[in-house]
């Protein structure tokens, strides 16, 4: 481990449910890997001894009653001050050998994000479910096609964030789509950021995963409308008013046809659906031209807010070695 990050403050953020049999594994590889990292465990309001456990282990626990993953990272980052943040699943699944490289490649790239992307060994089908592995490339390529970027695991629960990330990002959400929500904040303020190859391994015997493969698909799925139309409202609403326009053009076409060859509209209540129609797509129109300047607006906000704190390799630059790590 260099000398620079000995000099940083770096959180490692654990956020857990149910994770008793887990726990000391991911306190104890923290302590392996990254020894200078104050640990902080936000227990999601477990059900077994999971905050006894992890504060025997030696972290520092607090608890978050609301349930959901999106809550406990809007704790983490509101409550954590550190230079450097690392959150990981509490589920031990993670292999943490990297994560001292992950830290270097932040700094040295003067980055704000990168994700360890999961790479199991195949030996175990458990491992990384063939159901879930679809499912991540289906969303990881919706948000890619929608959002760009070049991700591979998007739904990846081992991340390394600089401190400006941390502070400006908003967390919405509530449950496992906060990941969504992570990888979305990156790419619309074109922030920095890098993926690197992380082993993925089985739970501990015994322990079992909270994740519900359709429930939060289903979740996910909804998350990424939602941005996309909180992100990219001029796009949706302008997609919406050709839609209506396209559609009333077809349904008045043959109204048009009749009363220039009759004088009369024979079906009113066709005439008064294609009025309305062309009414919504001119709403539509307006709602996608005020709602841009509205994102246009927040995202200027948080761009503020971002550059109101200092880069990974500025804050490696500046801290003298040897200061002491309160986080």
């Known amino acids: 481990m260099t000398d620079r990050l000995s ?39 477990s059900s077994d001894n999971t905050t006894e456990v992890a504060r025997a282990a030696g972290a520092q626990v607090t608890q978050v009653l609301l349930r959901g993953k999106g809550n406990v990272v809007r704790r983490m980052f509101a409550d954590v001050e550190a230079d450097i943040y690392v959150m990981v699943d509490g589920d031990a699944t993670y292999d943490l050998s990297r994560v001292g490289e992950m830290i270097e490649m932040l ?80 790419l619309e303020l074109r922030l920095p950021w890098a993926e690197l190859p992380t082993r993925y391994r089985s739970r501990p015997e015994g322990s079992h995963s909270k994740l519900s493969t359709y429930k939060d ?6 998350t990424i409308s939602k941005l996309y139309i909180s992100e990219r409202p001029r796009q949706f609403f302008l997609w919406v008013a050709v839609l209506l326009t396209l559609s009333a053009l077809l349904l008045a076409y043959p109204l048009l046809m009749t009363w220039l060859a009759t004088g009369l509209v024979p079906r009113v209540p066709t005439a008064v659906l294609v009025t309305g129609m062309m009414v919504g797509a001119m709403m539509s129109t307006a709602c996608a031209m005020i709602l841009r300047m509205v994102t246009v ?31």
């Open 217 to 222: 698909g289903w979740r996910i799925l909804m």
């Open 107 to 186: 700094i040295d790239g003067n980055l704000d994000m990168v994700v360890g992307a999961r790479q199991d060994d195949q030996q175990d089908a458990a491992t990384y479910r063939q159901g879930h592995r679809w499912g991540n490339r289906m969303l990881t390529g919706a948000v890619v096609s929608i959002f760009g970027g070049q991700f591979s695991d998007m739904l990846s629960g081992l991340r390394v964030f600089s401190r400006r990330y941390a502070k400006s990002f908003p967390a919405l959400s509530q449950g496992f789509e906060i990941e969504t929500e992570l990888t979305v904040h990156a």
């Open 7 to 45: 000099s940083l403050r770096i959180a490692a953020i654990i956020p857990c449910y149910n994770e008793a049999l887990a726990i000391t594994q991911t306190v104890a590889e923290f302590r392996e890997h990254l020894p200078q990292a104050q640990i902080h465990v936000f227990d999601n309001n």
């Open 297 to 327: 607006g927040r995202r200027e906000s948080k761009r503020l807010h971002y550059l109101s704190h200092p880069g990974p390799r500025h804050a490696a630059q500046q801290r003298p070695q040897g200061t002491r790590q309160d986080a």
